[in-house]
């Protein structure tokens, strides 16, 4: 299995940017698809954009479509989300989370085996 460990979340003011890493250990990294995900306070844990082993597949959620990058180095075993023009409806805990299949699975927080702790993203209007 695969461990998991984000980091780069802060306090940032609207129109800011952050970089979240997720850092990979355990088996091979380019194994796994892995993928982003966010949960605001009272609410579910949503989707917000998947990249396959090679990077060759992307998928990002239409709320950050233009603004969110996720992108991986295979040889560091990080994934990587640029977040840009962020807004105070972005403030959540990022969870980033892998799934050992080499096509992406459907962008739902159930297909997903393993997680990551998460950290905190706050945006200050």
């Known amino acids: 299995q695969v461990q998991l460990v984000e980091s780069g979340g802060g306090l940032v003011q609207a129109g800011g940017s952050l970089r979240l890493s997720c850092a990979a250990s355990?088996?091979?990294?380019?194994?796994?698809?892995m993928g982003w995900f966010r949960q605001a306070p009272g609410k579910d844990r949503e989707f917000v954009a998947h990249?396959?082993?090679?990077?060759?597949?992307?998928y990002v959620a239409n709320s950050v479509k233009g603004r969110f990058t996720i992108s991986r180095d295979n040889a560091k075993n990080t994934v990587y989300l640029q977040m840009n023009s962020l807004k105070p409806e972005d403030t959540a805990v990022y969870y980033c989370?892998?799934?050992?299949?080499?096509?992406?699975?459907?962008?739902?927080?159930?297909?997903?085996?393993?997680w990551g702790q998460g950290t905190q993203v706050t945006v200050s209007s």
């Open positions: 989370a892998a799934d050992d299949r080499r096509t992406l699975p459907a962008p739902r927080p159930h297909e997903y085996d393993y």
């Open positions: 355990g088996r091979t990294f380019s194994d796994y698809t």
């Open positions: 990249i396959s082993w090679s990077g060759g597949s992307i």
